[in-house]
Nanobody
Framework: QVQLVESGGGLVQAGGSLRLSCAAS????????MGWYRRAPGKERELVAA???????YYLDTVKGRFTISIDNDKNTLYHQMSRLKPADTALYYC??????????????WGQGTQVTVSS
């Protein structure tokens, strides 16, 4: 089993920045990909960014150039640096992890979520 605990959410003004963290514990050796999902009010959940253990990354088109995903393997922690935030980025952000080399729609593990609110 793997436990994921997010932190770093909060309220920020448009144009500001936030960094989310996701600390993984437990049987982390089985994890080969991690990522961040978000769910905005009234919208479907969407994959925002992902990274594999080989360093391949994925970004949602609307966040490219603004968000950066990274991982510190020594600390078993996933990071999500978000810059130039927009009100449309307001959502509950979830950390996800998978052992299959990709973060798909049904990851093996989920965090509890952290709220990001961007005011205009």
């Amino acid at each position: 089993q793997v436990q994921l605990v997010e932190s770093g959410g909060g309220l920020v003004q448009a144009g500001g920045s936030l960094r989310l963290s996701c600390a993984a514990s437990g049987d982390t050796i089985c994890i080969t990909a991690m990522g961040w999902y978000r769910r905005a009010p009234g919208k479907e959940r969407e994959l925002v960014a992902a990274i594999t253990n080989s360093g391949n990354t994925y970004y949602l088109d609307t966040v490219k150039g603004r968000f950066t995903i990274s991982i510190d393997n020594d600390k078993n922690t996933l990071y999500h640096q978000m810059s130039r935030l927009k009100p449309a980025d307001t959502a509950l952000y979830y950390c996800a992890a998978d052992h299959r080399g990709v973060v798909g729609p049904t990851p093996d593990y989920w965090g509890q979520g952290t709220q990001v609110t961007v005011s205009s």
